[in-house]
């Protein structure tokens, strides 16, 4: 009789869930709202992973009790505060049933390494860097934001983007095409505008938030300095990471996997991956890098795969 075996991925915009069998058949998806407990709270974080877990049980007409083992890659599983948190709501979910939780940067290592070992640079909505040699060791930078030293991300681009856009308009930088462009992620027509917006609001809507990283790789496309500069600054930030990680592990020498996770890194201009490998190749001149074709969930099933297999070899 067929296993069923479910992977999760809990990231800042979305959580995905998949359920397959121990043969690697994928068998129902779902989704929900965001997973970050950070930013969105405990509980709309287990209400998005209710949701994506419910949508797959209910595909299959089988319920919780159904599972034979379960992990749940969060982003916001971080620091032991963090685990304290998110042990606990996970196995509300997931009650008796077998089941791990951990940083979602491991599941998408997994999903494009069956050795299991590299750097995982994560820049998406936010930013996160992890990384896990041959022998199994493992180190995961704070990944709070910038005051605990880490960056990079949408919501770090979308900042930075609104900034140099009003030292456009005021002339304390260069002209830059994001004087023209940011104005229209709001709907508006000038900064001055978008001045008052913000006044008035603390931060975008959300669905600006989404908008205006994208704007910023396609004027970068079109040559605007100063949108290719944020780019590279970014890139050139997460590959200190990176490196610095692979220096810790005693990668230096090594063909050191690099996995670029994230809706920037999958952004049309290469720009950002290239600062990234750049900055990165000054520590580990044979590094690479990849970017997952599969999403982060299919790495939670895989590994949900693996605990199974070593149970069952046993």
Known sequence: MSQYLLGLDGGGTKVHAIIGNEKGEILAQGFGGPGNYQTCGQDQCRASMMKAVGDCLTALSIS???????????SG????????????LVHSIMGQVPHKVMHDSWIGLRSVSEENFGVVSICGTGGATTGRNKEGQTIALRNLGYIFGNRGGGHELVEKAIHFAFRSEEG???????????????GLSNMAQVADALREEEW???????VIPPMVFEEALKGDHVAVELLQDMGITMGQYAGGLIKRLGMEDMEVPCVMIGSLFKQKHPVLHHAYL????KTAPKAYGLIPDLPPAYGAYYLAMDAVSRKGNK
């Open 77 to 88: 599983y971080d620091e032991p505060q963090d685990f304290q948190v998110l042990d606990p």
């Open 204 to 210: 975008p809507e959300p669905q600006v938030a989404h």
């Open 278 to 281: 750049g900055q990165v190749r």
């Open 64 to 74: 919780i009790d159904d599972l034979a083992y379960g992990v749940f890659g969060l």
């Open 172 to 186: 304390t930088y260069d002209k830059s095409s994001l004087e023209v462009e940011i104005p229209k992620c709001f």
